[in-house]
């Protein structure tokens, strides 16, 4: 079963993706459907502007396919379970369409200004409540695991976890997607983790998602990696920060995410402190730039090598948190 769901999921997401994206990608050029480049941002990156974005569509698009085939070629007649629908309602269809109407706005007003930040804020709200209604329902466990032997029952707080792990993590793939293949070659490492926790756990659930959500990233590194041909815009990192917020609940491992998405959450501190630091010191910065990436670029590091270094320091985060889940 387990060999089945991998190959299958990953293959399918994967084809799909290497055959959907070169479709998309001339598209969204006709459709002049490109990134606005912020013009307070590193100069290097004014280059980019018009490169094709909401990339990230397939996330949604190519994961819901596979997963339904799935369940249509070895599962006829049996229903999605609640897990299921949890994972591809809230990161895929919600936080992804929460990030495809930012996408939309920024690209027809030629602009960084989409979504007001209010409104974004409402709608993942309102799905994080969702994630939470479904979740109670169906009488899923609200402790709290600090560690294996200790645990603490949130019971109505845990609503509030769910919702600071959606927002959070959605927002910090969200702040790390700046640089060629950075976002999605990380998420790759976080979701792999996350699915080997899921089979760990006998979640063959959990597992069919994460190997077909890996597969299409996986497949759209090919296109996103430097030089970019495409990137995924908050269609993608949304969708992709809800999705690892939504198997770290599901997987019980929520603390863990912490470490697992330590470079999300790095890029996420650097802008936080420097903001604050900024304010408080009327115009001083900790960094050069924020995110965290952009300090590096501007203190001369070649974008591939920015790249390289936090892929190595999300690879060994990735390590430490299998070597601890098997411990």
Do not use: C
């Amino acid at each position: 079963m387990v060999i089945k769901i991998l190959t299958f999921g990953m293959f399918v997401s994967l084809i799909l993706t290497i055959l959907i994206e070169p479709i998309i990608i001339p598209y969204m050029r006709k459709l002049k459907f490109g990134q606005s480049i912020r013009q307070d941002g590193p100069q290097s990156h004014l280059s980019k502007s018009g490169t094709p974005t909401m990339g990230g569509t397939v996330f949604s698009l190519v994961t819901l396919i596979t997963v339904a085939a799935y369940f249509l070629i070895y599962n006829l007649g049996q229903d999605f379970n609640i897990k299921t629908w949890i994972l591809l309602f809230v990161p895929l269809i919600g936080y992804g369409t929460i990030g495809f109407i930012d996408d939309y706005l920024i690209v027809v007003r030629k602009s960084n200004i989409g979504l007001k930040p209010k409104y974004k804020f409402i709608g993942q709200i309102v799905i994080a409540g969702i994630f939470f209604f479904l979740y109670l329902i169906e009488g899923f466990s609200t402790e709290l695991f600090i560690t294996q032997n200790f645990s603490i029952d949130l019971k109505w707080f845990y609503g509030i976890l769910i919702f600071f792990m959606l927002v959070g993590g959605s927002n910090a793939v969200n702040l790390t997607d700046g640089l060629d293949g950075l976002a999605s070659g990380l998420a790759t490492f976080a979701i792999a983790t996350y699915t080997f926790i899921a089979f760990m756990n006998n979640q063959l659930d959990v597992f069919l998602f994460g190997v077909a959500l890996l597969g299409t990233v996986l497949g759209f590194l090919v296109f996103n990696s430097h030089p970019a041909k495409i990137f995924m815009g908050d269609t993608g990192s949304l969708a992709l920060g809800a999705a690892l917020a939504s198997m770290a609940i599901l997987t019980k491992q929520e603390l863990l995410l912490i470490l697992v998405g330590g470079v999300f959450v790095l890029e996420t501190l650097s802008v936080i402190l420097q903001v604050f630091y900024f304010k408080k010191t009327h115009g001083k910065r900790i960094f050069r730039m924020a995110p965290l990436h952009h300090h590096f670029e501007l203190g001369g590091m070649k974008e591939s090598s920015v790249v390289l270094m936090f892929y190595v320091v999300g690879f060994i985060l990735s390590l430490l948190a299998i070597g601890i889940v098997l411990y």
